[in-house]
T-cell receptor, first 112, second 115 residues
Framework: GEDVEQSLFLSVREGDSSVINCTYT??????LYWYKQEPGAGLQLLTY?????DMKQDQRLTVLLNKKDKHLSLRIADTQTGDSAIYFC????????????FGKGTRLSVIA | GAVVSQHPSWVICKSGTSVKIECRSL??????MFWYRQFPKQSLMLMAT?????????EQGVEKDKFLINHASLTLSTLTVTSAHPEDSSFYIC???????????FGEGSWLTVV
């Protein structure tokens, strides 16, 4: 079945860049997503990328997609303490009426 | 932007009672909504796909008679946990796709505690 893998923890210093990595197995993935979850809260959509794109940039966020290797990354530039949260990678294998498959989440800790 | 709202955010109920959680798409219509369950420090587990005007599709291992899903309109899906037990205590999150089909938004989640 489909699987999405992420490293569980990442710790960075404030002002540095954070890179969160994700691998997936479904070669028919159409869209890949990054969500942020703060303690006790729901999921906030950060960004998504269509599978025929290599890169997408949105302010401090840069998403890189290597479709050949099924590898997705999220780079957060100038990481701030407010970026501390759990980041989930997710993939959609079909259209908008198919559920997302999530990774286990990467807990990002930002050290001041 | 598109918003998905859940209510209640927190609920405590006695064992054996039923609890209803609402999921609303506030500024778009959603023919399909999804219900997830998240245990502490774990990822989201898909429970069921809620289809407007038809029966929900449940994932393997999810009891459809215990977790009743109703999607009566294009902006509202409800999850009812029937005869709740302490092991049902969890964080329940819904999501919905916008008309564009590729943007998936999540509700704020509902914490259920069964005592």
């Amino acid at each position: 079945g489909e699987d999405v893998e992420q490293s569980l923890f990442l710790s960075v210093r404030e002002g540095d860049s954070s890179v969160i990595n994700c691998t997936y197995t479904d070669s028919s993935s159409t869209y890949l997503y990054w969500y942020k979850q703060e303690p006790g809260a729901g999921l906030q959509l950060l960004t998504y990328i269509f599978s025929n794109m290599d890169m997408k940039q949105d302010q401090r966020l840069t998403v890189l997609l290597n479709k050949k290797d099924k590898h997705l990354s999220l780079r957060i530039a100038d990481t701030q303490t407010g970026d501390s949260a759990i980041y989930f990678c997710a993939e959609m294998g079909g259209g908008g009426n198919t559920p997302l498959v999530f990774g286990k989440g990467t807990r990002l800790s930002v050290i001041a | 932007g598109a918003v998905v709202s859940q209510h209640p955010s927190w609920v405590i109920c006695k064992s054996g009672t039923s609890v209803k959680i609402e999921c609303r798409s506030l500024d778009f219509q959603a023919t399909t909504m999804f219900w997830y369950r998240q245990f502490p420090k774990q990822s989201l587990m898909l429970m069921a796909t809620s289809n407007e005007g038809s029966k929900a599709t449940y994932e393997q291992g999810v009891e459809k008679d215990k977790f009743l899903i109703n999607h009566a309109s294009l902006t509202l899906s409800t999850l009812t946990v029937t005869s709740a037990h302490p092991e049902d205590s969890s964080f329940y999150i819904c999501s919905a796709a916008t008309g564009a089909g590729n943007t998936i938004y999540f509700g704020e989640g509902s914490w259920l505690t069964v005592v």
